[in-house]
């Protein structure tokens, strides 16, 4: 968050965690997961413990995660940077053993389902920033309009420099279409 950014082309094995955020069902409810690599783990933050129905999707995702993995040989590669059969979560597993899930508790819950948006970027700022969530004291408002100001900020920036993609580069030049001598061109009116 801290104005960072991965690249997204980033091989796994370079890395520790992986933030994803997904929705459950297809339903409303969102939620932040952790791929904690060294620890073969998926650690799960969610905001509304009151529905318990996305249990079996996050445990079918830990599978999948793992097949994913060994067929683009994460598992293989890896050994450059760390080898991770020497790691207590890797010993005694195959490649497609599932990752363990961990539901994480004592962390802000939100009163109503309304604002599963805001607790799951809430949620992956404390984790990228490195900083606990908070059990309680959490603000709504105070969040909301955080992320409207920082939204903004972003807005005019970006405009004031002109910039026409969301990384930052300046902008490239117009695509300019030159006629070959074989093009045949139909002029249309409005």
């Not at 799960?44 to 060994?70: C, N, P, Q, R």
Request: net charge negative; glycine share 6%.
């Amino acid at each position: 968050m801290q104005g960072l950014c991965i690249s997204v082309g980033i091989s796994w094995h370079l890395i520790d965690e992986v933030y994803v955020t997904v929705n459950c069902k297809g339903s409303l409810d969102w939620i932040v997961v952790v791929i904690v690599l060294k620890e073969r783990c998926i650690r799960v933050y969610d905001s509304f413990k009151g529905y318990k129905g996305h249990v079996d999707e996050i445990k079918e995702f830990a599978k999948i995660l793992s097949t994913y993995l060994t067929i683009f040989n994460f598992f293989g590669k890896n050994k450059e940077c760390t080898d991770r059969s020497l790691l207590e979560a890797y010993k005694e597993k195959t490649d497609q053993h599932a990752f363990d899930v961990q539901f994480v508790d004592g962390i802000v819950q939100q009163s109503s389902g309304m604002d599963r948006g805001l607790f799951v970027a809430s949620y992956a700022e404390y984790l990228s920033d490195r900083n606990q969530i908070p059990s309680s004291e959490f603000d709504p408002e105070k969040h909301r309009t955080r992320y409207a100001s920082l939204l903004w900020d972003y807005g005019v920036n970006k405009a004031c420099n002109g910039y026409v993609r969301d990384n930052h580069d300046p902008p490239g030049p117009k695509c300019i279409f030159i006629p070959s001598e074989d093009t045949k061109t139909i002029d249309v009116e409005p």
